[in-house]
Every structure is written in structure tokens, then in C-alpha cells.
């Protein structure tokens, strides 16, 4: 009977763990309309100006150019529901396979898992969303498909248990947060459109 109750108590852990990731609360957003909000709970753990990602650099409109990029990583302990940054209208979206390296590190955003959104905003300005599967995460999950327009904080996918959500801000727009900065989804604001 012993050993039942020693099976029971981790049995109850686990349970209680995968409900934690899979919780999706409300949110208010700001009424700052113009705020770029952060798509994912989680620490923010690098900001740096870099090319948009994978065949975006490719395109005419973007070769060549530098973007600020705020990586926010997620643990296992965060909300995993990630939401739109911004209302607007996805214009391309690319899943690229990859390595499950730890999401936390900069290697990440070329070598691991992921799937790219290039997002056009309300007022015409571009930018760019990346799911990037981690170390524990082996599953993105996206919801919407090329051509859906959204509003801002809705919800766009999902990743499984610790990831990373890198932002690309839009031409101009510089970032308004810092390393190790807690974010939560669709309120911490990232930066405002021109």
C-alpha cells in the first residue's frame, strides 16, 4: 500500500505540471495602439539588430538590412500560447526542421526548429515572428495560415513545453526592453509603430 502512495504523488505532480502548460488566461492588452506587445511569456534573453530570418532576408525589401530582434525565451513554468504582436495580416509563413538545441541560446535561431511569420501591420508597417522549438520542446503548433488577418493578441500557435519566440520589429522601430526582462503575453509592450 506503500508503494502506492509513493506512485500517487508524482502521478499528481505530472498531471498538475501538464495543466500549468497548457493554461491560457485572459489578457488586457494596453490601449496604446500603437504598442508592439510581446507574443510569449517568458524572460527576455537577447536583444540585438540582425537580418530578418531565414528566406525573408532573401526578398528585395528586407536584403541587406538590419532588424532589432528581442528574443523572449519561455520555460517550462510559462504560458506556451503565443499571440499576435500587433493586429494584421500574415503574409508569408515558413516551417523550417532543425536541431532541439537549448532555445535560450543565439545558435537557435538558425539551427533549431522553427516557423517563420512575416507580418504586415495595420499602418503597412512589416515585421517578422519566429517560433523556435527548444531543447525540452519538440512540437511548434501553428493555427493560422497564410492570409489570415488578425487582431492584436490573438492567438497564432503554440509550442510544447520550453521554446522561444524571437520578434523582429518593424524598420525604425527600436526596442523599449532589456535582457532578462519578464514579459507577458499581449501586455508588456516591445516597442510602438511609427
Not at 32 to 45: F, N, Q
Not at 121 to 141: D, H
Not at 142 to 165: H, T
Request: one cysteine or more; proline letters at 5%; aromatic letters at 10%.
Amino acid at each position: 500500500k506503500g508503494w502506492l502512495c509513493l506512485l500517487t504523488v508524482p502521478m499528481y505532480l505530472l498531471a498538475y505540471g501538464v495543466f500549468l502548460f497548457f493554461r491560457d488566461p485572459d489578457r488586457y492588452q494596453p490601449e496604446d495602439e500603437k504598442a508592439i506587445l510581446s507574443p510569449a511569456d517568458g524572460r527576455v534573453c537577447l536583444v540585438q539588430e540582425c537580418e530578418m530570418p531565414d528566406s525573408f532576408g532573401e526578398l528585395d525589401e528586407f536584403k541587406g538590412r538590419k532588424y532589432w530582434r528581442v528574443s523572449v525565451f519561455m520555460s517550462v513554468f510559462n504560458v506556451h500560447v503565443n499571440r499576435l504582436p500587433t493586429a494584421g495580416e500574415i503574409l508569408k509563413k515558413e516551417y523550417i526542421a532543425g536541431k532541439f538545441l537549448n532555445a535560450s541560446l543565439d545558435k537557435a535561431s538558425k539551427d533549431n526548429e522553427r516557423c517563420n511569420y512575416l507580418v504586415k501591420a495595420c499602418n503597412g508597417q512589416v515585421y517578422a515572428v519566429t517560433q523556435i522549438a527548444g531543447l525540452v520542446a519538440r512540437r511548434i503548433v501553428p493555427q493560422v495560415e497564410e492570409g489570415a488577418k488578425l487582431e492584436r493578441i490573438e492567438r497564432f500557435g503554440l509550442i510544447r513545453f520550453g521554446s522561444r519566440l524571437d520578434v523582429y520589429l518593424p524598420e525604425g522601430v527600436n526596442p523599449e526592453v532589456r535582457p532578462g526582462q519578464i514579459m507577458v503575453a499581449g501586455e508588456t509592450i516591445l516597442g510602438h509603430l511609427s
